[in-house]
C-alpha cells in the first residue's frame, strides 16, 4: 500500500516520495476480487481500507479502527513457538497474518522470509518454511542474480 505520508530521509525532495508498506490480502476467488480489511500504516499509523490488490482508501479523521490487527493478536492463533520467532525477527502483521493463512489452508512447504539482504550480485538471508502444523523450519537462503 502506498501512504500520504513521507519518511523523514526523502522530506526534503522536490518530487515526493511517499511512504509504501506490505499489507496481506485474501483474494475472494468466487468474486475473484480482494476480501476488504483494514491496516495501519507501519510509519505514520494511518487507518487504510484495503480495496484491492495495491489499492487503499485513507480513512480521514481515524488514526485506528477497531478491526485493524496488531501482532499482539497473534499471541491465541499462533503456536508460542512460531510467534516468538517471527517477533524475535520484528516482523510486521502482514507476516503473522501470512503464517496465520498458511496453517488454516495447510499450504505446506509455503514460507515466510526473516531477514533479505542484497550482496554483489545475489539475495540471501533467512525464511522459514512450514512442513505441517506443528513443524517449521528456519533456512537460509541464496539467490543468484544472473548479469546480462
Given amino acids: 500500500m502506498q ?8 522530506k526534503n525532495r522536490k518530487d515526493a516520495v511517499f511512504h509504501q508498506f506490505v499489507v496481506f490480502s485474501i ?10 480489511k ?3 500504516c507501519n510509519n505514520c ?12 482508501e485513507i480513512i480521514t479523521g481515524k488514526d ?10 497473534f499471541k491465541f492463533s499462533l503456536s508460542s513457538d512460531l510467534y516468538d520467532l517471527l517477533n524475535s ?10 503464517a496465520q493463512f498458511i496453517l488454516e489452508n495447510e499450504k505446506w512447504e509455503d514460507y515466510i522470509i526473516l531477514t533479505r539482504e542484497e550482496i554483489d550480485d545475489s539475495l540471501q538471508g533467512k525464511l ?9 523450519k528456519v533456512e537460509s537462503y541464496l539467490i543468484k542474480r544472473a548479469v546480462g
Fill in 3 to 10: 501512504c500520504h505520508c513521507v519518511l523523514p530521509q526523502y
Fill in 38 to 40: 483494514f491496516a495501519a
Fill in 128 to 136: 522459514v518454511r512450514f512442513k505441517a502444523s506443528d513443524r517449521f
Fill in 27 to 36: 483474494m475472494d476467488e468466487e468474486s475473484d476480487t480482494v476480501v476488504t
Fill in 64 to 73: 485506528e479502527v477497531p478491526t485493524q490487527m496488531t501482532t499482539e493478536d
Fill in 89 to 98: 525477527y520484528s516482523r510486521e502483521v502482514a507476516d503473522f497474518e501470512h
Fill in 45 to 56: 499509523g494511518a487507518a487504510h481500507k484495503v480495496i484491492d490488490i495495491c489499492k487503499s
